[in-house]
């Protein structure tokens, strides 16, 4: 069975050299999952790496230009 290591809030913020508060506020958010056990907020960790993937590779929308006026 595998298994996936949990971070507490703190412990995902040391990780990551983020603040607490980051981390309370992405999850906040909805752009990191939680996982609760025990009424505990914990981050597993293949969240964590999401986050560094996505903000090393943030998805952009294309821009559209406008057709210019003639």
Known sequence: M?????????????ELRLSVWTIWD??????????????????????LQRLIVDRINPRRPKRVRAAKAR
């Open 2 to 14: 595998l298994t996936e290591r949990l971070f507490t809030v703190p412990e995902g913020a040391a």
């Open 26 to 47: 992405l999850l906040k958010q909805g752009k990191l999952a939680r996982t609760k056990v025990a009424g505990k907020t914990f981050v597993r960790e293949s969240e």
